[in-house]
């Protein structure tokens, strides 16, 4: 079965440090993969996706994520932090199929020291 | 213009009653869902509508009835509303299939009394 999985459930790093935020997945076949954002009180923005190709995509706010297949990793970056990137973060696989459905990691809060 | 839209915001019932969420969306997307947030943030699937037609039902109690009068419109419906249900509900719809993410809207906080 499809799953995501976020090993850390919350994150402090300082503003202006660099981001590095978990995630790997289990699905049989080539994944889609997402990063979503959640501010408090929010609905998810989406991030950043990968579906094929160039194994490192960029997305919004200065994000980027890399796709290892060999790790089944798709770790999300950020070279520098801002206090707005306070957030929950979730990671999510796309499995299409007969049953078209996005399944989500159990997020990662991350917190921002001044 | 709001692509995803929920209506009510928030929401505060007595246990026992009966509730409905609306969402709509302009997006011209073939696909809608209806996911649960719980108290820890797990967003779980509970629905998922292509063109009208449920296709995922992930063991949700047969109190909450989905509804799709079109492909625009996906509403939740909850009967005998119990403490359990407290929780956030977000509705998301996409293209459906391959190449797609979906978009969502911006929740609904259900509190059950």
């Known amino acids: 079965a499809q799953s995501v999985t976020q090993p850390d459930i919350h994150i402090t790093v300082s503003e202006g440090a660099s981001l590095e935020l978990r995630c790997n997945y289990s699905y049989g076949a080539t994944p889609y993969l997402f990063w979503y954002v959640q501010s408090p009180g929010q609905g998810l923005q989406l991030l950043l996706k990968?579906?094929?190709?160039?194994?490192l995509v960029q997305g919004i706010k200065g994000f980027e994520a890399e796709f290892k297949r060999s790790q089944s990793s798709f770790n999300l970056r950020k070279p520098s932090v801002h206090w707005s990137d306070a957030a929950e973060y979730f990671c999510?696989?796309?499995?299409?199929?007969?049953?078209?459905?996005?399944?989500f990691g159990k997020g990662t809060r991350l917190h921002i020291l001044p | 213009d709001t692509a995803v839209s929920q209506t009510p915001k928030y929401l505060v019932t007595q246990m026992g009653n009966d509730k409905s969420i609306k969402c709509e969306q302009n997006l011209g997307h073939d696909t809608m869902y209806w996911y649960k947030q719980d108290s820890k943030k797990f967003l779980k699937i509970m629905f998922s509508y292509n063109n009208k037609e449920l296709i995922i039902n992930e063991t949700v109690p047969n109190r909450f009835s989905p509804k799709s009068p079109d492909k625009a419109h996906l509403n939740l419906h909850i009967n005998s509303l119990e403490l359990g249900d407290s929780a956030v509900y977000f509705c998301?719809?996409?293209?459906?299939?391959?190449?797609?993410?979906?978009?969502f809207g911006q929740g609904t906080r259900l509190t059950v009394v």
């Open positions: 998301a719809s996409s293209q459906g299939r391959a190449n797609t993410e979906a978009f």
């Open positions: 999510a696989v796309a499995a299409w199929g007969r049953d078209d459905k996005i399944i």
């Open positions: 990968y579906f094929s190709g160039d194994t």
